[in-house]
């Protein structure tokens, strides 16, 4: 894993509030992200960690302190907009169309920077994908639906991915085969936030974990102290 960089994030979030309504969910959430690393929230449910990720997507209905992406302040930025600044959210329940086959969810998110995959270049990086390219969302299994989840992003052109709970509800060989992915796409030099309850995935890609309780960032770490921290994430993530 690649150590703490110097310089300015690429994703910078400071002093972050948030509401539901009257619901005051997070309270002072801070983090840096440096180009091509890997960052991971842990946390109960409810500690705050999708609200977060929501957060930097603008898809909060109040928040409130200062989001930087490449040094771009997105606070004011409208959420149609967010995605032009190089940043993609995969969400936990996915969004594919079941209607559509793999192929026509493939291109329905616009490019939104230069660069990103092509259609053939995301078959070669999921083979199952390439298989299924004919096949509506329906017909696809829960693996696969997450697969397509992450690779219509891929073709966007962004920067940034922020995955909630990728690995949720799936068999073993498809967590190792999204987990090769992500490898790969470390290696590329996307960066990517993940929000993740299962610490032998996590490990094998990220560089920090933030812990989270309450809607506070109670602590950070390298991946190299995770054995060393496990005590204490089985009393604040019962897990």
């Known amino acids: 894993m690649s150590e703490i960089r110097a310089g300015s994030p690429l994703l910078e979030v400071r002093d972050l509030h948030g509401w539901y309504g009257e619901s005051h969910v997070l309270h002072g959430v801070s983090l840096d992200i440096h180009e091509g690393e890997t960052i991971t929230l842990l946390g109960r449910n409810g500690a705050g960690k999708t609200t977060t990720l929501r957060a930097i997507m603008n898809l909060l209905p109040r928040r409130e302190g200062t989001i930087r992406i490449a040094g771009q302040d997105m606070m004011k930025v409208p959420v149609h907009r967010t995605a032009y600044a190089g940043i993609g959210y ?6 594919i169309f079941a209607t559509l086959s793999v192929a026509e969810n493939l291109m329905l998110p616009p490019k ?28 696809l299994s829960g ?23 990728p690995t949720e509800g799936l068999a073993p060989v498809i967590i190792q085969r999204i987990g090769d992915v992500l490898t790969e796409l470390k290696k590329q030099g996307m960066t990517l936030l993940l929000v993740e309850q299962n610490f032998r995935f996590a490990r094998r890609v990220a560089d920090r974990f933030f812990l989270m309780e309450d809607g506070h960032i109670l602590e950070s770490f390298p991946t190299s102290e995770l054995d060393a921290k496990m005590d204490r994430l089985h009393d604040v993530v019962g897990v």
């Open 112 to 139: 939104v920077a230069e660069g990103g995959m092509s259609v053939e270049e995301i078959y070669t990086l999921f083979p199952n994908l390439a298989e299924r390219r004919n096949s509506p969302g329906t017909k």
């Open 90 to 95: 995969v969400p936990e329940e996915r969004g």
């Open 143 to 165: 693996g696969e639906q997450q697969m397509l989840a992450i690779a219509r992003i891929l073709r966007t052109g962004v920067k940034i991915i922020l995955l909630d709970e």
